[in-house]
């Protein structure tokens, strides 16, 4: 380092050149940097769906879910499986090890996969994995719907607009958006998805002597292409196409679908053809009013803000050619909303930082010069720390800007240190006879020699606390670790700064400065004058000092364990996210009118700028939602009313508490995404109860219910939705069916075409394709009677009703059924609200244990943040010992570093004070006392003091000006002159009734007391 020094001063053009290189490509790369609300806090996870249609729960649960779960869970680096088997729908969620390849994740999980194929169902599809992205990729929600002023007022013309929003938004906002590069899907919701569809009456069909099947049938040969090569014709070529597409509906109702006595049949004559909404398993709403919702998902490592914006940049440009009154509000839910507003305020945190460390260098040094020097150590470092970040693929993020926030206070440290010594040494200097005089940049070169040990190890320790950080796991480690990582490489960075930079921008600027013939600043003259007398009164009483520090330490370890833990302080989105559960079983009719009431009872809080909501399923959505579930979200405003936010939540809960039926939990956006990626839930606190049968998991789970609403502090407190619901079960009479040559898969086939229906093709409207679907109508679905006179036509060409075939009996059966670790599980869900997380964990676990007994094979797991929380605090806690050991150990190899280190000045001792260095080299640990005195015998130093030249030649060089020193007296005293305005030795303070400074000489032992005595025998002062 002595050399990296020395080598700095001499080419400090060169190094000042550098660091202004330095800094502009630091900004170039931190504009240019990706930005994002949070590092990556997903792990990597393959979502897996198969699409059942017509199956119950627990046949999904049977035949689908737990062959793929079995196939997965021992694959390498799995480390949790998660399912949930709906109706007509598997979803698993196939969860890897931090730090796994999503790509070789998704290999693993195809490989698998492709082992399973032959154990499904022959009639399921394939199982397909989801698009690469998570709930934190969630970047924005847009709302596609007809202006108030431009609505319908018809039920007719209500479902044409919406035919018209859900067609504008599959057909023209989502393909543009998936256009987009970063973009990975486009979930739409809600409106209504166009088809033609063909009902059949049954009693036309049994008129005309016409099943279902020669419908389809017909529909399928006749509503398609063909090619017929081509016809050349001398020198030219054409092709032949033979078109038989249909191209409306009345091409439809025409198609033939046999001949009766020489008369066509035709689809029109049996059925009703008409353009209709698909069935759906979702709705969308925005404002209480319904519109289309569509969810864009980002893929992996892109830029939030830029992302956000070239999505902005190409609605602008499809917002004028939507139908008239058709509008896209983009802001519904805006990740960069909130990544801004947060990375606006660290930023602000961190000018202000930067603006309140100017005022305090520029109040203690006075001196504008040696300000700027010690501030640009502040730039210097942020921008190699982004360098260093960008190179670690780190974004920047609230915790990686957070990091350097937390540093600016401490950037400066190395450098002020650095510039108060050069610029004290410079002063002395200044004030030393002309004749005496050394050269600046030696002066700087050894005032920056002296402070060089201490601010490594200062750095050291600084770096060796945060270590910790690094050794976390899970989502905790990849939270934490990249604030630590900033921190880190900034206080590193401001270490070679002050080494390198520092020296050389001092020998530039402050050489020639006018303040060095000036004394120290007022404000410090009066922090020593206070100063002194404490600093006095604690080396003169050691131990009650240390014996005050220690009952420090006891009384914060006795109030530690009283104090609320957390994983995650409570975020102020300024959005909220309400999770709205009615009875399984509720229609989606009924669900869809309780959320509108929801919304309009929240739009009468003045806060509350605008609501939108998702109830159901999407086609594409990748969570098993059913219809009786809904999300909204809620944007607020608090400038608008005059309460806080607690206060605005709290009423909020109070009016939704009065919505019956309906079970609702209010969160966060960001915050209700980490819940679930931590438990699978959306909750703060996840009670998982495992076993094996699903009745005695939910009773289990009532009991749980109960004892969480008594924890004081736990609201939304509910259970996750799994329970029984009507089911009408068609079991097949089996010797009916034998009469007329029927199996039951034939008969589960009619029944599927006629009452779920049977896509049969698709119409071409320009680029777009319309399914072609064909069923009975609605009022052969209507009623359980209805349904049990639909005729079925049979092998044996008989056509009877199916209840000739089959017994249709009213069933119950469960809705849902999740599942983890390869075991059903049940889950009570609760928020936190009043107390700290930590607190209410554990004292609703201690009521868990004590109030409710679990059965052979059952148990309960709490999850959620605090798990994190936990896992974090013991980690931090073992780590910690270690690092207490390692700040021990490091002043002994401070010790021996000082004093394997040739003291540059020791020679000099008329120029510097090499007997400060000398004292506190010896102070410095034991090895480099022993070191000084071998060096101080070698060069014939009496005892432990100093050479004997250099006090001779000290002495003789301020004998002239100071008067006779008196003689030195013993091995152990040394003598030395005090200090004189302008000299470069020790201060001594002035001697009563004598104006001015007189020499003195100093005795004592080495590592001892240090006394100082006037030349009469008086004694001035000591330390130690």
Not at 303 to 327: H, S
Not at 652 to 661: D, M
Request: glycine content about 10%.
């Amino acid at each position: 380092m002595q050399r990296l020094i020395r080598w700095s001063i001499d080419h400090r053009l060169l190094v000042v050149a550098g660091a202004l290189m330095l800094l502009i490509a630091g900004a170039v790369t931190a504009r240019r940097m990706p930005v994002d609300v949070f590092p990556d806090l997903t792990a990597p996870t393959v979502t897996v769906i198969t699409e059942a249609h017509g199956l119950a729960p627990e046949e999904v649960e049977s035949l689908i879910t737990f062959p793929i779960e079995t196939a997965v869970n021992g694959a390498s680096g799995v480390r949790r499986v998660r399912s949930a088997s709906g109706v007509g729908i598997s979803i698993v969620w196939v969860e890897f090890d931090w730090g796994t390849d999503i790509y070789v994740a998704r290999q693993i999980v195809n490989e698998k996969l492709q082992l399973v194929a032959a154990q499904l169902p022959r009639d399921v599809p394939s199982p397909t994995m989801a698009p690469i992205s998570s709930v934190m990729g969630e970047i924005l929600f847009l709302s596609v719907g007809y202006e108030e002023g431009s609505m319908a007022r018809t039920p007719q013309g209500l479902l044409e607009q919406q035919l018209e929003a859900r067609t504008q938004a599959d057909w023209v906002i989502r393909k543009r958006l998936l256009s987009v590069a970063g973009v990975s899907q486009v979930i739409p919701m809600g409106g209504a998805v166009k088809q033609y569809q063909v009902l059949a009456r049954p009693e036309s069909l049994a008129a005309f002597d016409v099943s279902l099947e020669q419908v389809a049938q017909a529909l399928k040969t006749t509503n398609q292409n063909a090619a017929g090569g081509f016809l050349v014709e001398g020198g030219q070529e054409s092709l032949i196409r033979a078109v038989g597409r249909a191209q409306s509906v009345e091409d439809l109702e025409g198609t033939v679908i046999t001949t009766r006595q020489g008369q066509p049949i035709t689809v029109g004559q049996v059925a009703e053809v008409r353009i209709g909404p698909k069935l759906k398993r979702g709705e969308g709403s925005a404002n209480a009013k319904s519109a289309v919702i569509l969810a864009v998902l980002k893929q992996p490592d892109a830029n939030t803000l830029e992302l956000t914006a070239r999505l902005d940049a190409v609605l602008d440009q499809i917002g004028p050619t939507l139908p008239t009154g058709l509008a896209i509000n983009r802001h519904i839910f805006r990740q960069s909303d909130f990544i801004s507003v947060a990375v606006h305020n660290v930023s602000v945190a961190l000018r202000d930082g930067a603006i309140f460390v100017s005022l305090i260098l520029l109040i203690f040094l006075l001196n504008l010069r040696a300000t700027a020097i010690s501030l640009a150590a502040i730039p210097l470092s942020l921008v190699v720390a982004v360098l260093v970040l960008k190179a670690f693929g780190v974004t920047l993020n609230t915790m990686t800007i957070g990091g350097l926030t937390i540093a600016i206070g401490a950037l400066v440290d190395d450098a002020v240190i650095d510039v108060e010594n050069v610029f004290r040494r410079l002063r002395e200097n200044q004030h030393l006879p002309i004749g005496r005089r050394q050269p600046a940049t030696e002066v700087i070169f050894q005032a920056s020699m002296e402070i060089r040990t201490s601010i490594v190890f200062a750095t050291l320790i600084i770096i060796l606390v945060f270590l910790p950080l690094f050794f976390l796991s899970g989502l905790e480690g990849r939270m934490l670790a990249p604030l630590g990582l900033a921190y880190i490489v900034a206080i590193a960075a401001s270490l070679v700064v002050a080494v390198t930079v520092t020296p050389a921008l001092c020998a530039y600027l402050l050489p020639k400065t006018r303040s060095l013939g000036a004394e120290e600043s007022v404000v410090l003259r009066w922090l020593k004058a206070r100063y002194r007398p404490l600093l006095t009164l604690a080396l003169g009483r050691p131990r009650a000092v240390i014996l005050a520090c220690l009952l420090g330490v006891l009384a914060t370890l006795a109030v530690l364990p009283f104090l609320g833990g957390a994983f995650l302080p409570e975020f102020n989105e300024g959005t909220l996210t309400l999770t709205v559960i009615t009875l399984p079983g509720t229609s989606l009719e009924e669900s869809d009118r309780l959320g509108r009431r929801i919304e309009k009872a929240l739009l009468e809080f003045p806060e509350v700028v605008s609501t939108s909501r998702r109830t159901g399923r999407a086609e594409l959505d990748e969570h098993a939602q059913d219809v009786n579930a809904a999300e909204l979200d809620v944007t607020l405003d608090l400038t608008k009313g005059k309460r806080s936010k607690e206060d605005l939540l709290t009423a909020l809960r109070k009016t939704l508490a009065q919505v019956p039926g309906a079970a609702i939990t209010v969160g966060q956006p960001l915050s209700h995404r980490i819940d679930h990626m931590l438990s699978g839930t959306r909750a703060n606190i996840a009670l998982k109860i495992y076993g094996d049968d699903l009745a005695q998991l939910r009773a289990l789970a009532e009991q749980v219910k109960r004892v969480a609403e008594q924890t004081p502090g736990a609201v939304d407190v509910a259970i996750e939705q799994q329970i029984d619901i009507p089911q009408v079960e068609i079991r097949a009479d089996r010797e009916a069916l034998a009469r007329y040559r029927m199996t039951t898969g034939e008969l589960a086939e009619a029944v599927e075409s006629a009452f779920a229906g049977q896509t049969v093709g698709t119409m071409l409207e320009g680029q777009r394709s319309v399914d072609l679907v064909v069923r009975l109508d609605d009022e052969a679905r209507a009623s359980l009677d209805s349904k049990g006179a639909t005729p079925i036509s049979t092998p044996s060409g008989a056509r009877l009703p199916l209840q000739a075939l089959a017994r249709l009996e009213r069933e119950r059966g469960p809705n849902t059924i999740s599942r983890e670790g390869v075991q059903r599980k049940m889950v009570v869900q609760a928020n936190v609200a009043g107390r700290d997380l930590g607190s209410v964990v554990t004292e609703m676990r201690s009521r868990v244990e004590r109030q409710v007994a679990f059965p052979q094979g059952y148990y309960v797991v709490f999850g959620g943040q605090f798990e994190s929380a936990e896992e974090a605090t013991r980690n931090i806690g073992l780590l910690s010992i270690g690092v207490l050991v390692g700040i021990f150990l490091l002043p002994a190899g401070a010790g021996d570093a000082a004093g394997a280190d040739g003291d540059p000045g020791l020679d000099r001792a008329a120029g510097t004070h090499s007997d400060d260095r000398a004292f506190g080299r010896a102070r410095a640990g034991p090895v480099g006392a022993r070191r000084w005195r071998a060096r101080q015998r070698d060069s014939g130093a009496d005892g432990g003091g100093h050479p004997r030249r250099a006090v001779e030649r000290h002495a003789a060089q301020h004998a002239g000006a100071a008067g006779a020193l008196p003689p030195v007296r013993g091995a152990l005293r040394l003598v030395s002159i005090a200090k004189r305005p302008g000299d470069g030795t020790a201060n001594a303070p002035p001697i009563g009734g004598i104006g001015g400074w007189l020499p003195c000489s100093v005795e004592g032992p080495l590592a001892g007391e240090v006394v100082s005595k006037a030349p009469d025998g008086g004694r001035l002062g000591s330390e130690r």
